[in-house]
């Protein structure tokens, strides 16, 4: 079997912390065209949620796209080193949110994972903060 494999940036944004969040996925093939891109309201939650629903986002399409091994880059340096195991997850609220991460990426054959700068993460970012912008457009 041929290893399908995809580069994932996901952000999360919160307005205030806790505020209004937001999570953006890039999914970028081998060859650097981008395959997809997700964003989704999160509603009332903290950066750290936000941060995980965008990661289990972009997760969760790179598998329905039928990706067999990804690489994984998050400006969230705190989820890195949670995922890496150097970092336990200690908040209750977080807990359920790495065992999903941890079920999604079981179902590859192979991932990694590293922190990159947020500059390099600019258009999961903008994604997220499109999915406020949007949700609140629609309430008002």
């Keep these: 079997m041929v290893d399908k494999r995809l580069s994932l940036f996901t952000d999360g944004a919160c307005r205030g912390n ?44 790179a598998l329905r796209r039928g990706s067999t091994a990804i690489s994984i880059y998050l400006d969230s340096e705190l989820i890195v080193r949670q995922i890496q195991g150097i ?33 390099e993460n600019a258009v999961a970012d903008k994604l997220a903060n499109e999915a406020i912008d949007n949700a609140l457009k629609n309430i008002e």
């Design 87 to 119: 970092y336990r997850v200690k908040n209750p609220t977080l807990k359920p949110l790495m065992a999903d991460v941890r079920a999604l990426l079981d179902r590859f054959d192979t991932w990694q994972v590293a922190h990159v700068p947020r500059s």
């Design 18 to 61: 806790p505020g209004n969040g937001g999570a953006g996925a890039v999914l970028v093939g081998e060859n650097g065209e981008v395959v997809s891109t997700a964003k989704r309201f999160l509603g009332h939650c903290t950066n750290n949620i936000a941060e995980y629903q965008a990661l289990i986002l972009g997760l969760e399409e």
